[in-house]
């Protein structure tokens, strides 16, 4: 919780948290840990951080949590590009999107052109979208990699978002829905 307070103090609208343990032997951080120190499992770990994140809310540190997949993959939200993925190297998606962007170009070299006829394509354009470019196709294929593991890209909002417009509402007036708490509207 310390963590998300200082964010919040230091101006950060949100905090991206990727629930995954360490594995045995490996150190992200400090180079050495007792030998009898645990290492917690994906589920309990991802608890924890659940547990944390809603004392912060309850705190009034956070304002919201969701995760990757529902914030950049669902179809309300299909015109979103990968350009505003957040990106920290070594994230598991960042190697995917370049992978499946390289299969795109050889099927497309080899003749395939699956990226024209693709099922990824038709499912696009059910979803309203008209004209479906590369970018679209390898946002869809990287939905399907994320979404297995949606719960354990966390991220925690630590300002209110504007559900018209997606900026972060900083200052100024805020118009909100006090019964269902999901509507919040900036001046703009």
């Not at 991206?16 to 594995?23: H, K, V």
């Not at 099922?119 to 869809?140: D, P, Y």
Request: hydrophobic share 35%; proline share 3%.
């Amino acid at each position: 919780i310390g963590y998300l307070e200082h964010c919040k103090k230091r101006g950060f609208a949100s905090c991206y948290i990727w629930s995954c343990p360490l594995i045995k032997g490996e150190d992200y951080i400090f180079y050495c840990h007792p030998k009898t120190q645990k290492t917690p499992e994906k589920t309990k770990l991802r608890q924890w951080y659940k547990l944390m994140i809603k004392k912060a809310m309850k705190d009034g540190i956070a304002v919201d949590q969701t995760n990757l997949y529902n914030e950049f993959f669902i179809p309300s939200n299909a015109k979103v590009s990968a350009s505003r993925l957040p990106y920290f190297l070594g994230d598991c998606w960042s190697d995917a999107a370049e992978n499946i962007s390289k299969k795109l170009d050889e099927e497309e070299k080899s003749g395939e052109n699956l990226f024209a006829k693709s099922r990824t394509k038709r499912i696009l354009m059910a979803n309203g979208q008209e004209h479906v470019t590369k970018e679209a196709l390898v946002m869809h294929r990287l939905g399907e990699v994320i979404m297995p593991d949606k719960e354990n890209y966390m991220i925690v909002r630590l300002q209110h978002v504007c559900t018209s417009c997606n900026e972060v509402i900083l200052s100024g007036s805020r118009w909100f829905c006090k019964q269902c708490n999901k509507v919040q509207l900036c001046s703009r």
